[in-house]
């Protein structure tokens, strides 16, 4: 069942247009990423709907109610969401019991402390319920925000990069944790991130955005196995960027001959390789050492081809010192082809 939906959302400060035409639909239980760089209007698209903007155009609709249009603005308070920004923005002067039943002021005493205690419990914070923020480390500020916006049960999960202040070793624990939990909540979840990492290890789908506009939404094997564009490929992983030309349909590289994008018969294009997609085979093209680090469970390494162009190489064999002569070959599932101009 579809719980969020933004169909036709277009925003702008002044004269600049912030998101344009996003169509978004999240069902019940599902995690969407919004990803891309600083500046794309992702973190827009989530205070839209949380209700933090006023639309001019399109429209918001939360479990089948419509909470956003033209001359319709439903506040955030109203709308069933829970909310999770980059800094917590916890009370310092409430204790965590306190931050968590803050907004339940429509319960009686004794059922606003059940709801909070049910939900520290289900972070995992129930014996924190008297601490204050300051006391607290950063992951457990992140759970304590996480219940506080579990604690209403709502509709729709709206976070705003949560793990940003996180270190890496506790990172990847409390996404998980967070993951499981929203999936447990059946919430419709929006999460903002920049990271393509995290994005793809928590997202059912992701909607990668730039200058406003969502240019391509699926599963995370989708963009980055089957990117529609050279931004696409290259802003969810690694890729190796090599110039190349066209001739009668067909783009000659060291290891063969690839097909033209969109029947193109001539004319120039970018050929991107992940790194991980080149590996060391006695078939494969000749290549030069030119740096090699172990870089925990794999080794990264500049290569210099025989045509000049330098590539980087990640693999888990054990490679050579520099000034090696190696061999490299090819796995074509990791090569993308796009015109070098795309207009």
């Excluded at 089957?226 to 960027?241: K, R």
Aim: with cysteine; hydrophobic share 45%; net charge negative.
């Amino acid at each position: 069942m579809t719980a969020l939906v933004l169909a036709g959302v277009t925003h702008a400060y002044g004269d600049k247009i912030a998101v344009e035409e996003i169509d978004l639909e999240i069902a019940a239980g599902e995690v969407l990423c919004l990803l891309g760089p600083s500046g794309c209007g992702k973190s827009t698209v989530l205070r839209i709907a949380a209700g933090l903007e006023e639309i001019a155009t399109g429209a918001v609709s939360i479990d089948g109610q419509k909470v956003a249009g033209p001359g319709q603005h439903v506040p955030p308070e109203a709308r069933s969401v829970g909310l999770v920004f980059q800094d917590y923005a916890l009370f310092p002067h409430l204790d965590v019991a306190g931050n968590v039943a803050f907004g339940l002021n429509h319960l009686a005493p004794e059922e606003r402390r059940k709801r909070a205690e049910g939900a520290l419990a289900q972070v995992g914070m129930a014996d924190a319920a008297g601490a204050y923020p300051h006391t607290l480390s950063g992951g457990e500020q992140q759970r304590v925000a996480l219940a506080r916006a579990l604690v209403r049960e709502p509709k729709a999960m709206l976070l705003d990069e949560p793990f940003s202040g996180l270190d890496t070793r506790l990172r990847d624990r409390v996404r998980d944790e967070t993951l499981a939990l929203l999936k447990r909540s059946n919430a419709a979840t929006i999460l903002v991130t920049h990271d393509p990492e995290e994005a793809m290890g928590m997202a059912d789908r992701i909607a990668l955005m730039r200058e406003g506009r969502i240019v391509q939404i699926g599963p995370p094997e989708e963009l980055y196995f089957v990117p529609t564009d050279a931004f696409v490929a290259s802003f969810m992983g690694e890729t190796n960027d090599l110039a190349f030309t066209v001739r009668a349909g067909k783009v000659a590289t060291p290891w063969g001959e690839f097909p033209a994008p969109d029947g193109m018969i001539e004319g120039g294009v970018r050929l991107m390789i992940r790194p991980e997609s080149l590996a060391l085979r006695s078939d494969g093209v000749a290549a030069t050492v030119l740096s090699s680090r172990l870089i925990g469970p794999y080794s990264r390494a500049k290569l210099r081809l025989p045509d000049g162009a330098v590539v980087t190489l990640r693999t888990p064999d054990d490679l050579p010192g520099v000034g090696a002569e190696i061999r490299v070959a090819l796995d074509q599932g990791g090569v993308f082809v796009f015109p070098s101009d795309p207009s």
